[in-house]
């Protein structure tokens, strides 16, 4: 199993709808993130937990919110689709001794 | 606050030819510094990492990256390329294990027969 797995692969949706994205992780870190690709913008930001009782913001926080339900799982939710919001998305984790993320294997999402 | 510049989205280098990507970077501490690799339709994989030690870091598959201070840069070399190297690169940054990863905005590498 991967060590952090990402839930659906891929996801087509409606303008209007409510999606959730999830992720979960056996590496036993405290810190997860979620990031939206973009072809030539990189990765950006959306949302960061360093621990199951913080939750902060990130660079494009809005019409996102998230659930950090436990240290193992971090949820990423569109509360009404929009389809700028057609993306890669990507859930990562990290803890203090190690410098650098473990990525997820990513989820497409489509807004139509 | 920290941020990369990544100059070129795009590098094409043929088959057995010096890679060269490259990456200059912003902070207002000490950097820590990163070489992600992105294969279509998966995830990004650490290549290489910069923490302070060695200034000439090598990673996975042959590749391996120099921090010069004062050029403020972090360019990613491999001395000749294979087709299996052509991917998405990303150089990333941040302060401190306690800190987010900042990214650069990627650079697709494609490697000609």
């Known amino acids: 199993d991967a060590d952090v797995t990402q839930t659906p692969r891929n996801r087509i949706t409606k303008t209007g709808k409510r999606i959730m994205l999830e992720c979960s992780q056996t590496k036993g870190h405290d810190r997860m993130y979620w990031y939206r690709q973009d072809p030539g913008l990189g990765l950006r930001l959306i949302y960061y937990?360093?621990?199951?009782?913080?939750?902060n913001k990130g660079e494009i926080s809005d019409g996102y919110s998230v659930s950090r339900q436990a240290q193992a799982k971090f949820s990423l939710s569109l509360e009404s689709a929009i389809p700028n919001q057609t993306a890669l998305y990507f859930c990562?984790?990290?803890?203090?001794?190690?410098?650098?993320?473990?990525f997820g294997s990513g989820t497409r999402l489509t807004v139509v | 606050a920290q941020s990369v510049t990544q100059l070129g989205s795009h590098v094409s280098v043929s088959e057995g030819a010096l890679v060269l990507l490259r990456c200059n970077y912003s902070s207002s501490v000490p950097p820590y510094l990163f070489w992600y690799v992105q294969y279509p339709n998966q995830g990004l994989q650490l290549l290489l990492k910069y923490t302070s030690a060695a200034t000439l870091v090598k990673g996975i598959n042959g590749f391996e990256a120099e921090f010069k201070k004062s050029e403020t840069s972090f360019h990613l070399t491999k001395p000749s390329a294979h087709m299996s190297d052509a991917a998405e690169y990303f150089c990333a940054v941040t302060a401190s294990s306690a800190s987010k990863i900042i990214f650069g905005s990627g650079t697709r590498l494609s490697i000609r027969p």
């Open positions: 937990s360093f621990d199951v009782k913080d939750i």
């Open positions: 990562a984790t990290s803890d203090l001794e190690n410098y650098g993320y473990t």
